[in-house]
């Protein structure tokens, strides 16, 4: 069974600052996704990657396959990236089956 | 174009009280997804659709839980009857393929 490990769990910043949000998995993938959870529920698919580096705005995403890990990253971040931020990866052979981590909730103080 | 549509956003029942969501996917989107979500932690699977077939319902408590995707476009879930162990935000999400998800807005289920 994979296993999906983000870090950390709470993370608060200051408005301009570099944040780094982490996922580990434990299985290869087909897919990792990156999705934003604003109070309220609604979720937002922020990227997909399978290889290498997406990058829009001032978010970039990362994933090493060997390694088993992806990182979210927010530059200049400002107190509207305050969210939980979801990593969810896709098994191979099914990439419809997501297995999702518990999310990191991001506080950016003005 | 609109995006995936739940309802209703919010529901509080009593427990034994039988309730039911309903979604409407992106149109054009054959895989559907249920998902519910406890507080703090991620979503997890219900039941996957592909069209009007649901292809992995493992992990649905079919006790208690059904769920129907009749003519491969809208969804029902049900919960007869609710346990209080049952609140939660029931999530649906959408997919053209095995791409990128688009998740509704949610339904929270409060059962006292």
């Known amino acids: 069974k994979n296993e999906v490990e983000q870090s950390p769990q709470n993370l608060t910043a200051q408005e301009g600052e570099f944040i780094t949000i982490n996922c580990s998995y434990s299985v290869g993938i087909s897919a990792l996704h990156w999705l934003q959870q604003h109070p309220g529920g609604g979720i937002v698919s922020l990227f997909m990657l399978s290889s290498g580096k997406k990058k829009h705005g001032r978010l970039i995403a990362t994933i090493n396959i060997q390694e088993k890990h992806s990182s979210l990253h927010i530059t200049a971040s400002h107190p509207r990236d305050s969210a939980v931020y979801i990593c969810a990866e896709g098994s191979l052979g099914s990439a419809r089956q997501l297995t999702f981590g518990s999310g990191t909730q991001l506080t950016v103080l003005p | ?112």
């Open chain 2, 1 to 112: 174009e609109a995006g995936v549509v739940q309802s209703p956003r919010y529901k509080i029942i009593e427990k034994k009280q039988p309730v039911a969501f309903w979604c409407n996917p992106i149109s054009g989107h054959n895989t559907l997804y249920w998902y519910r979500q406890n507080l703090g932690q991620g979503p997890e699977l219900l039941i996957r659709y592909e069209n009007e077939e649901a292809v992995d319902d493992s992990q649905l408590p079919k006790d208690r839980f059904s769920a129907e995707r009749l003519k491969g476009v809208d969804s029902t879930l049900k919960i007869q009857p609710a346990e209080l162990g049952d609140s939660a935000v029931y999530l649906c999400a959408s997919s053209p393929d095995a791409g990128e998800l688009f998740f509704g807005e949610g339904s929270r289920l409060t059962v006292l």
